[in-house]
């Protein structure tokens, strides 16, 4: 796998859009306690969760969120390999990460005032929705009934755009909300594709693939994921970012970037129950 050319591979790597530490003992209960979480602001189900301490030689421990129980609480379910990486709940005083792999929040907070009457409204005095990167066709969720809406139209009650007209008619005063929309939060991450010297699983249980450059062998990539297998370590992984790695270097030069092209679910029907549209896995640190 050796070559001259410098030729990089995209992957599509989540965001971390918050860090949580956990404030009590979820380890039994297959929970996140943090009473600092704001969860409702930022955190819908199907959220991973990462647990980078726990069984952090093999990767850490992964979790999807099955439930916001409450704006400090998260119910969860484990993903990953049977063994050390399948969390039962995140210890007390470890520090979670959070990703968004089917949404992009763009604001949540709690509403402060009433609909006119005759019309549907979400309001909030205290932000503008348009600076908040709000947009018509988004989701406005009210937690505290609820009741899922779009986003209709953006105007001016109090402040200069405080006032999202919705679909429906839910939203009262003190509701906790959420505004989203469709597609993960994520971004472009580049690894380098010359000069391989090796591609391997950091162990026979873990989610991280080790990629090794020449000359002197010493630096490596790290590629963090996680991924619905109840197996080991998945080699498909492994195989597939080998085979990324032959194809970037026999593109045609003027294409210096190959986008990682992804993998076929191969889990079983009951995980993929708990899992995303279909995906086997998702990226959460490239380093």
């Known amino acids: 796998m050796l070559s001259n050319m410098e030729k990089f591979i995209n992957f599509k790597q989540l965001n971390v859009v918050k860090q949580a530490t956990a404030t009590a003992d979820g380890s039994a209960t297959l929970k996140l306690i943090a009473s600092g979480g704001t969860f409702f602001e930022n955190t819908l189900v199907n959220a991973i969760v990462w647990d980078r301490t726990t069984a952090a030689a093999d990767g850490g421990q992964k979790y999807i969120v099955t439930a916001v129980d409450s704006t400090t609480q998260l119910s969860l379910v484990a993903l990953g390999p049977a063994g050390s990486t399948l969390g039962t709940g995140v210890p007390n005083t470890v520090v979670c990460f959070i990703y968004m792999p089917e949404y992009t929040v763009v604001y949540g907070a709690e509403t402060d005032g009433l609909q006119a ?95 090794t450059y020449e000359p002197s062998g010493t630096a490596v990539m790290k590629v963090d994921y996680a991924y619905s297998s109840t197996v080991g370590a998945n080699s498909d992984m492994r195989g597939a970012i080998q085979d990324a790695i032959t194809a970037s270097l026999q593109t045609p030069w003027s294409d210096v970037t190959y986008d990682f092209p992804g993998l076929l679910n191969a889990a079983d029907a009951a995980t993929n129950a708990t899992w995303l549209g279909g995906r086997n896995y998702f990226f959460l640190r490239i380093q």
């Open 117 to 211: 009457a005759g019309t549907y409204q979400l309001i909030d005095t205290t932000v503008n929705f348009l600076n908040k990167g709000v947009k018509v066709g988004d989701t406005a969720y009210d937690i505290t009934s609820d009741v899922v809406t779009e986003v209709l139209g953006i105007t001016t009650t109090t402040n200069p755009y405080d006032t999202l007209t919705v679909s429906a008619d839910t939203f009262l005063a003190g509701d906790d909300y959420i505004v989203y929309r469709a597609g993960a939060d994520d971004h472009d991450v580049i690894m380098r594709s010359a000069d391989v010297a090796d591609v391997s699983n950091s162990s026979t249980t873990s989610s991280v693939v080790n990629t």
